[in-house]
């Protein structure tokens, strides 16, 4: 099947130039199940296609000659990416620890190529740069290593060690980010309040963090993000809850959304729910300085 | 070769080039890959030098890079390169080599063989070579042109060798040869092959230098083993490229004197010489500049109308072939098709300025600070600025740019290229730098000025009111001064008004995520001394947060003045972009029924290179932020590092933190 790639445009079936058309994927009929295969496309799993050849259009052969055809999209639970941090917090703010990241689908994919075209370290640097927008303000990282970044069909996983410094203090009060990977984040959809155009994800995607603090002595929690359960339905949902347990907080966000392609009449919902989103990804997790015991 | 330099209208073909990942040589079809040659034996002998360990995770290594430059009777050389490349890593596929001329050249020939991981050998074909016009800079028409070769067989542990000879311009007789680049080197030699008494001077930029020998009578080598990379890519608020990589020069022309002293004089001359006759005014330049200055009450008026005029009505466009990337157009051209370069500008300034009895010369720069270096006396740069000689008599605050040469005289230094930046400033990127004065006999290189923190900044207040639900409205007034006020005038030209509400909205939206702009004016005075204004109105969902009881909000509301830093080892000089002063004040209307419980403690940092101040208090319903940010030098020595750290540190902390309130 000859196919638009849809990083570029979408086929307009009126339009008579075989131009349009850029890419191949090939359809196997396997035990009368049809799978979708992507042989151009390197470490690209058996059974999945890069992201580009989904949800698009263009020729297919068949017995009765070339048809209109559409290919299969992905679903937001070959689409995820989990980061798991553990992160140490002294008096000063000073922050230390590490962040494990596991990904699958498109995300995998897109380091695995990465690396054909570029070697480890380079790819471990880019890594690093693209963690930039997503690091709170004072805080950096430092890529140590992927496990089973030439294994196309294993989780890939990428470990950054994370160091800096985090938060904000008063008199009484310490300050942490209470979404440590959302709340220097950009959020799409926040800013613009009207949309003409129709809106393309690429892809659907499973978000998932737990991150952990450990807290440093003489603080205790005064309050933690608010438990959030917002849901669009059909398209997205926002989880988001706290575990307090023993000097440590472990927040935990999920955000999944499932479309791929949206009408711009759609957007009015979209925007309310990033603007939740948003609302939420900004809580901070409040520490109360212990007050200091009296002396004789 | 290349240039290892941007084009900025005034262009010194560097000879020896850095090689991005490599370069060598030519052009014309017929050169190339049709005479099938062997491998010559001394590219598999450098071929077989072990990659050594130094070389880290570089893309690519040079094995060996060599110059040859024969010079004859009459000054003109052409030049020969031999190189070979061990490839690396996947990225370092694209290296290449590749050859610049332009039409007072001629490339004679340029090889290209391949040492597969096979062991297989290649010889690149007529195919492989391409040539790519000059068209990075939309403004400008170029006859420079590049050739490159794309290696066949270039695979992670291939070896690419390559050949060049070129007959180079005959109006240039130094050489710059490059001996940093983006990937380490493991031997690289230059050689001046010069005819019988003729004499030579050398010098060098970021490197002890190297004592030639004399393989033949004036035949002079000089070698260069381990030369590592230099890679900023992960190095915050580094100088430019070029300021920090390695280079040598070496003159066998009129400036192949001793001294330095006397190389500089005789490298001023020499650009006075190029441009001798180029400012004559012509009849209508005359009648113009008389027009302009006629009621002039001073000298500072008769120089600003002359200065606006050429920066507002002389468009800047390129058009280099040959020697025209050295040597200006005529006054009389430039003025009557109103457009040039930075040469040309020069010299139409220097032509009205001496119908208006104002003597002033060229003064040969580079746009990026550091790149022209007192050590080492040469032509690289990229750029023509302005020397503009002031009559003992005036003393003009508002002249700001002045320095002193050493016979006394004081020369305003003014970027006629610079459509913004008024007559008496200079843009922050020159400040700090180097220019080489063209004034006959009196040539000299001169540090150009460092100004004070009161010739540039912003002024920004702003006026807000929280709801209770988190919703921050408000209005901002920015003022904006010296080469900061020229580059937001700047982006007022460039944009229309969509573009520049989006471009502001996002600039705004960095620091208040989710911003609206409800409203954007700005007040851009045609006299370019006066302060750019810029009046906006903003909403902000989400402003402030609720933690539990508490309400958190942040007082220091828009606009950020952190720099990149982080906790490395540094080694290079920090480059602090611009002196100036930045002030901010908000006042931030709270929700009835909260109090302001907690402040954030101020800020007071005094550093020799910088301070900054903050405070925020409450009174009442008001919660007021203020600071001061001045920053009184351009750049600062490595070992100052801990103290950018504690600044940078200081600033970002402050920027983040949040006053506490509580409900009454």
Not at chain 1, 16 to 33: A, H
Not at chain 2, 139 to 145: A, D
Not at chain 2, 452 to 473: I, M, Q
Request: with cysteine; net charge negative; proline share 6%.
């Amino acid at each position: 099947m000859k196919v638009v790639d849809r990083n570029r445009a979408m086929l307009d079936e009126g339009y008579l130039s075989t131009y349009q058309l850029d890419d191949y994927i090939v359809i196997v009929e396997l035990s009368g199940k049809k799978v979708y295969l992507d042989p151009g496309e390197k470490m690209c799993p058996f059974g999945s296609i890069l992201w580009t050849h989904t949800w698009t259009a263009g020729f297919r052969l068949t017995d009765q000659g070339a048809i209109f055809a559409t290919t299969p999209g992905i679903t937001f639970k070959e689409s995820t990416v989990k980061r798991t941090a553990n992160l140490d917090i002294d008096a000063a703010g000073n922050v230390k620890g590490s962040v494990r990241f596991a990904m699958t689908g498109p995300e995998a994919l897109y380091w695995r190529q990465k690396a054909f075209m570029n070697d480890e370290e380079e790819v471990k640097r880019q890594f690093n740069e693209s963690m930039h927008p997503y690091l709170p303000e004072g805080v950096q990282a430092d890529f140590d290593h992927f496990i089973g970044l030439d294994d196309p069909g294993v989780i890939l996983v990428g470990i950054v060690n994370i160091s800096g410094n985090i938060g904000s203090a008063t008199g009484k009060h310490f300050f942490l980010p209470g979404l440590f990977f959302e709340s220097s984040a950009k959020h799409p959809f926040v800013a613009q309040e009207k949309r003409i155009t129709p809106i393309d994800v690429h892809c659907p995607k499973l978000e998932q963090d737990e991150v952990t603090y450990h807290l440093p002595l003489g603080f205790s929690i005064e309050s933690t993000p608010q438990d959030a359960n917002t849901v669009w339905p059909d398209n997205a949902m926002l989880k988001i809850h706290s575990n307090v347990k023993d000097g440590s907080v472990t927040i935990i966000r999920t955000l999944a959304y499932n479309f791929t392609l949206l009408d711009q009449k759609d957007y009015s919902n979209l925007h309310d729910f990033y603007l939740k989103v948003a609302t939420a990804d900004q809580q901070q997790l409040v520490l109360a300085r212990a007050p200091l015991a009296k002396g004789n | 070769m290349a240039s290892p330099l941007s084009s900025n209208a005034f262009r010194f073909p560097a000879r020896l080039v850095a090689f991005l990942l490599l370069a060598a040589s030519p052009s014309f079809a017929s050169w190339f890959g049709k005479d099938k040659q062997d491998l010559p034996q001394w590219g598999l002998d450098a071929a077989k030098t072990p990659t050594p360990a130094y070389v880290k995770d570089a893309a690519a290594v040079v094995l060996f890079d060599e110059y040859l430059e024969t010079v004859d009777a009459q000054g003109r050389a052409v030049e020969r390169e031999r190189e070979v490349i061990r490839i690396l890593k996947p990225q370092g596929r694209h290296t290449n080599c590749e050859v610049s001329y332009d039409v007072d050249e001629k490339v004679n020939y340029f090889r290209e063989w391949t040492i597969a991981v096979d062991q297989k050998q290649y010889q690149a074909q007529d195919t492989d070579f391409v040539d790519v016009g000059d068209t990075d800079t939309p403004v400008m028409l170029s006859t420079r042109k590049t050739r490159v070769v794309h290696p066949p067989a270039a695979d992670v542990g291939a070896i690419i060798v390559c050949e060049s000879e070129e007959l180079l311009e005959p109006y240039l007789q130094e050489t710059d040869w490059q001996i940093q680049s983006s990937i380490p080197v493991v031997f690289q030699a230059l050689e001046m092959d010069l005819p019988a008494g003729r004499a030579h001077s050398e010098a060098w930029h970021k490197f002890t230098p190297v004592k030639p020998f004399e393989v033949a009578p004036n035949h002079w080598r000089w070698e260069i083993k381990d030369m590592p990379a230099l890679d900023l890519r992960q190095v915050k608020s580094h100088p430019a490229w070029a300021a920090l990589a390695a280079r040598m020069s070496v003159q066998w022309g009129d400036a192949a004197v001793e001294g330095k002293d006397n190389q500089w004089r005789a490298i001023g001359q020499g650009t006075a010489k190029l441009e001798e006759h180029r400012p004559d005014p012509s009849p209508e330049i005359t009648a113009q500049t008389q027009s302009l200055i006629a009621g002039a009450p001073d000298f500072y008026a008769k120089l600003s109308r002359i200065t606006e005029y050429i920066q507002k009505n002389i468009r800047y466009f390129i058009v280099e072939r040959g020697i025209g990337g050295l040597q200006a157009n005529h006054a009389a051209d430039i003025f009557r098709n109103r457009y040039g370069d930075c040469k040309d500008k020069t010299t139409l300034l220097i032509s009205m300025l001496q119908v208006a009895g104002i003597r002033a010369v060229y003064m040969p720069v580079d746009s990026h600070r550091g790149v022209v270096d007192p050590e080492d006396p040469s032509i690289y740069g990229n750029h023509m600025i302005t020397a503009i000689e002031l009559p003992p008599n005036v003393q003009d605050p508002r002249l700001k740019a002045i320095v002193k040469a050493n016979d006394g005289k004081r020369y305003l230094i003014f970027d006629p290229t610079d459509e913004r930046t008024p007559v008496g400033n200079l843009p922050s990127s020159e400040q700090g730098s180097f220019g080489t004065l063209a004034a006959g006999a009196s040539s000299q290189i001169l540090a150009l000025p460092v100004l004070d923190p009161d010739a540039n900044g912003t002024e920004r207040k702003g006026v807000f009111t929280l709801s209770p639900d988190g919703v921050l409205t408000g209005s901002v007034d920015t003022s904006h001064i010296g080469p900061e006020g020229a580059d937001l005038r700047g982006f007022l030209k460039y944009t229309d008004e969509k573009e520049r509400r989006e471009a502001w909205e996002n600039h705004v939206a960095e620091t208040l995520p989710g911003v609206t702009l409800d409203a954007f004016q700005f007040t851009q005075p045609s006299a370019l001394d006066k302060p750019l204004e810029f009046h906006y109105k903003v909403t902000v969902r989400q402003y402030s947060h609720q933690a539990g009881s508490l309400l958190l909000v942040r007082p220091r509301v828009v606009g950020s003045l952190a720099l990149a830093f982080d906790d490395k080892p540094r080694i290079y000089p920090i480059d602090l972009d611009a002196t100036g002063r930045w002030r901010d004040s908000f006042d931030i209307m709270i929700p009835s029924g909260y109090v302001v419980d907690e402040t954030p403690d101020p800020v007071s940092l005094d550093l020799d290179f910088a301070s900054y101040h903050s405070t925020v208090t409450a009174k009442g319903n008001l919660l007021h932020y203020e600071r001061e940010y001045i920053v009184r030098q351009v750049v600062i020595p490595p070992d100052k590092a801990a103290s950018f750290r504690l600044l940078e540190s200081a600033i970002l902390s402050d920027e983040k933190d949040s006053a506490v309130l509580k409900k009454q």
